[in-house]
């Protein structure tokens, strides 16, 4: 507890590693997250930014090394566990409940609900009832931020590629996690919606939320990161402003596939 | 056609039909809500049985028990008793991939059939268990009144169930279920932890299978190991198919309708093929469900009655 929510960065990794029967996808990657600070990931397609992402959320597990959130260690734990300590992700692919509504892909997602202990249905149905209403007016809420509130009650396989990435996001706000993982949260949405979303990050971070995203959309990425992580090969080749990070000429030879020196 | 014989006949169809039904509402909640593949049916059915008779049972010299409790105790008892195996192989085998489920509780109810036909000093062996008390015969004798009011108390156990199950799978809880079901890592990636939640569903449904088994055994009065074969199995697995899995009213309905064509076809068998024949008169059965069971899968998949979007009744629309 002494070190929960103190000055120091929000998330340490230290020597992260992940192969798949290969060569290492991710080899040996070190970075401290900033409390507070909208994080970005850039790297080009097959960096491992997406496998950083599994290894950080514990949807995979790392052949080597750790992780602090908030200075408690979460490596080896299971997924659910890192959600419950307010580590929230979205999937580059989205997984939404496709026979599920809308509605209820987001009331899913928030923490200690009452009604998910089984008895709990049985003996205090009143409170439930109530906590539902909650969290159907929070859910309501954040469906309606990305623009989905009238598609509330179809069953989320009908929506569209784009829809399905606003549903992932609204899913995972309306959990209020401390540091949220974006896994390309521009790609597929229309400009005018992703003008409001990057507003709605900013206002996010600006309550306290710490953000790291990956995008391959460099004007999402100067308007929002500071600062920029670059990833090739498995690496981080360095860190630093958006412009810094663009006039870089290591990053611009990882991104030309020319093998740096 | 005489009204008492006839009357005594529908009571009597009607109790099995709704014991089937208690096994195929916690099958229900394995499959259609859990998506948990246990074919170990009979199994549970049985330990609930020898559990009701057992705690129920007037005393006998040369076996464990009974302990001449009151039948609602035995009622209790046997879903703890189902609960408790139901906890132990879950704990086991859930962990494992989802196809080993299947051959562990089919291996578990084939261990639970030959221990109760073989622990002779607990099960009675071969003989089973005789004079397991019915309540109420006191007062009632054997005949309709007994039926009717023994169905009278199956119809509320079932009414309960069904009342408390529609409570829970229509809630969070059934929510995570369905979410679990439908992508594990996307539930995982929101906190929801996978394992503890399927085995929950496993250990309520298999109690409720054992609460059918000890129905079953104060309905009939004695059980023995053959009454717990896995053709047990296939006829709550069919009931819950044809009637449709994913709803409470499916498998209740499912429960009627495979039960009356079981009844149906039973006795016609009987009744027409010469005594020779009968025993392979009941393969034929198997094989009408069968055909019953292909043809509702192709004309439709979700049973007769099928599954809706919205799971917690808090979330539908207004
Ligand atoms: N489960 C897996 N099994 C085998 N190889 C994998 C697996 N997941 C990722 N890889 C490989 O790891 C490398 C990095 O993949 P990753 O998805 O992390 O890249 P990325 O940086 O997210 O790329 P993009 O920008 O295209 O999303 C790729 O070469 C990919 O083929
Ligand atoms: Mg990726």
Redesign the interface.
């Known amino acids: 507890m002494a070190e929960g929510g103190g000055a120091g960065p929000i998330l340490v990794a230290e020597g992260l590693a992940k192969a798949f029967g290969g060569p290492r996808v991710v080899d040996g990657v070190s970075f401290a997250l900033q409390r507070g600070a909208i994080t970005g990931l850039i790297g080009p397609n097959g960096a491992g930014k997406t496998t950083l992402f599994n290894l950080v959320a514990a949807s995979l597990r790392p052949d080597a090394g750790a992780l602090h959130l908030d200075g408690a260690p979460i490596h080896g734990l299971r997924p659910d566990q890192v959600f419950g300590l307010g580590l929230g992700r979205t999937f580059q692919i989205p997984r939404p409940f496709p026979a599920m509504t809308v509605l209820e892909n987001v009331m899913l997602a928030p923490q200690h609900q009452q009604g998910e202990r089984f008895w709990a249905n049985w003996i205090r149905p009143g409170a439930v009832a109530a906590e539902e209403k909650r969290n159907r007016a929070r859910a309501m809420h954040w469906l309606d931020f990305v623009g989905l509130a009238r598609l509330a009650q179809e069953p989320a396989r009908v929506l569209s590629g784009g829809q399905r990435k606003l549903l992932e996001l609204a899913r995972v706000l309306v959990a209020e996690p401390r540091l949220i993982l974006l896994d390309e949260p521009g790609a597929g949405v229309a400009p005018p919606l992703l003008e409001i979303i990057m507003q709605k990050i900013v206002a996010l971070n600006q309550a306290g939320t710490s953000f790291l995203i990956v995008e391959h959309n460099m004007d999402l990425i100067a308007a929002l990161c500071r600062p920029v992580m670059v990833m090739a090969q498995g690496r981080l080749l360095m860190q630093g402003t958006p412009d810094e990070v663009r006039g870089d000429t290591r990053v611009i030879e990882a991104y030309l596939g020319i093998e740096a020196a | 056609m005489e009204l008492i014989p006839a009357l005594s006949y529908l009571a009597f169809f009607l109790v099995f039909a709704g014991i089937f039904a208690v096994m195929a509402l916690g099958l229900n909640l394995q499959w259609g809500f859990t998506g948990l593949f246990n074919v170990g049916v009979a199994g549970f059915v049985a330990v609930g049985a020898y559990a009701s008779a057992l705690l129920t049972g007037p005393p006998e010299p040369d076996r464990l028990g009974g302990f001449g409790l009151p039948v609602l105790v035995g009622w209790i008892g046997a879903m703890v008793a189902s609960g408790i195996a139901a906890f132990i192989v879950g704990v086991a085998a859930l962990r494992l991939r989802e196809d080993y489920l299947a051959i562990t509780t089919f291996g578990i109810a084939v261990v639970i059939q030959l221990v109760a036909l073989n622990a002779q000093a607990i099960t009675g062996g071969p003989f089973g268990i005789q004079s397991i008390p019915k309540p109420f015969a006191d007062a009632l004798g054997a005949g309709l009144a007994w039926n009717l009011t023994y169905l009278g108390l199956v119809v509320l156990v079932l009414g309960v169930a069904w009342w408390?199950l529609d409570?829970?799978v229509a809630?969070?809880?059934g929510?995570?279920l369905?979410?679990i079901r439908?992508?594990e890592?996307?539930?995982?990636?929101?906190?929801?932890?996978?394992a503890a939640f399927r085995l929950?569903s496993f250990v309520?449904g298999c109690m409720l299978m054992g609460l059918g088994g000890a129905l079953y055994a104060h309905f009939v009065g004695y059980i023995a190991p053959e009454d717990f074969l896995p053709v047990l199995t296939f006829q709550v697995w069919a009931m819950l198919i044809v009637g449709g899995s994913g709803r409470n009213a499916g498998a209740v309905l499912g429960a009627v309708l495979v039960w009356a064509i079981w009844s149906v076809s039973g006795g016609l068998i009987r009744g027409l093929l010469p005594a020779a024949e009968q025993a392979r008169g009941a393969a034929l059965q198997v094989v009408l469900i069968g055909v019953l069971i292909a043809a509702i899968l192709v004309l439709r998949p979700r049973g007769v009655l099928g599954?809706r979007?919205?799971?917690?009744r808090?979330?539908a629309?207004d």
């Open positions: 408390a409570r829970l809630s969070p809880w929510r995570v369905r979410a439908e992508d890592l996307a539930a995982a990636s929101l906190g929801k932890r996978a929950q309520l599954e979007a919205t799971v917690s808090h979330a629309g």
